[in-house]
């Protein structure tokens, strides 16, 4: 099983709709998430990190269940700057030297 | 605050030929940094961590002696591709950390292309 699963996508979505992302992770002692943002040929940016009771950060939700190893970011009222991939991140303190494991990202197209 | 730079953003070179990507935070003092490397449609992968001083800790299957890491200084870190072949062209992105290695910055990137 990969440590951290992303479906692919795309995602095309149109203009102002609202659209959900789905992570699971592996690695039960992870004690960290975030979802970063990455634009074509850039590197990752932070966009949000991910906390138990849930964060919200303008029009971006996170939600993260530590039962199921399940995180989940919301976008709502999707503007075109939205488009890029979301990597869903997490730490992985008995990894040795991988704090940071990365998932393949989920790329999400908005459309005018 | 917390930028880091990467030179260049992107080189094509033959194969065969040696590649130096530098990585630095410009305005933090980075303790440790990163190598990732990441395959069109992939995930980032970590290729090596090196703390400022020491040599690099190389994640499994990434090969050392062709990959080569110096951490000299504590806002400079440099990867050496050395006998670059077309299968290692890739995007290689440096990120750099303070106290927490979980608190990344990253650079820019560096897009190598071997012909």
């Known amino acids: 099983r990969k440590e951290v699963e992303q479906d692919p996508g795309p995602f095309n979505v149109p203009e102002g709709a609202t659209v959900a992302f789905n992570c699971t992770y592996s690695?039960?002692?992870?004690?960290?998430f975030f979802w970063y943002r990455q634009d074509c040929r850039k590197e990752p940016k932070l966009l949000m990190s991910?906390?138990?009771s849930g964060n919200e950060d303008g029009r971006f939700t996170a939600q993260l269940n530590r039962a199921s190893q399940y995180i989940s970011l919301l976008i709502r009222d999707s503007k075109l700057s939205d488009s890029a991939t979301y990597l869903c991140?997490?730490?992985?303190?008995?990894?040795?030297?991988?704090?940071?494991?990365f998932g393949k990202g989920t790329r999400l197209s908005v459309i005018a | 605050g917390a930028v880091v730079s990467q030179h260049p953003s992107w080189v094509i070179c033959k194969s065969g030929t040696s590649v130096k990507i530098e990585c630095r935070s410009l305005?933090?003092?980075?303790?440790?940094m990163f190598w990732y490397r990441q395959f069109p449609k992939q995930s980032l992968m970590l290729m090596a961590t090196?703390?400022?001083?020491?040599?690099?800790?190389?994640e499994q299957g990434v090969e050392k002696d062709k990959f080569l890491i110096n951490h000299a200084s504590l806002t400079l870190s440099t990867l050496t591709v050395t006998s670059a072949h077309p299968e290692d062209s890739s995007f290689y992105i440096c990120?750099?950390?303070?106290?927490?290695?979980?608190?990344?910055?990253f650079g820019p990137g560096t897009r190598l292309t071997v012909t």
């Open positions: 990120s750099a950390s303070g106290t927490s290695p979980y608190e990344q910055y």
């Open positions: 690695n039960s002692a992870s004690q960290s």
């Open positions: 991910v906390y138990s």
């Open positions: 991140v997490v730490t992985a303190p008995n990894s040795g030297n991988t704090p940071l494991v």
């Open positions: 305005d933090f003092q980075a303790t440790t």
């Open positions: 090196s703390n400022e001083g020491s040599k690099a800790t190389y």
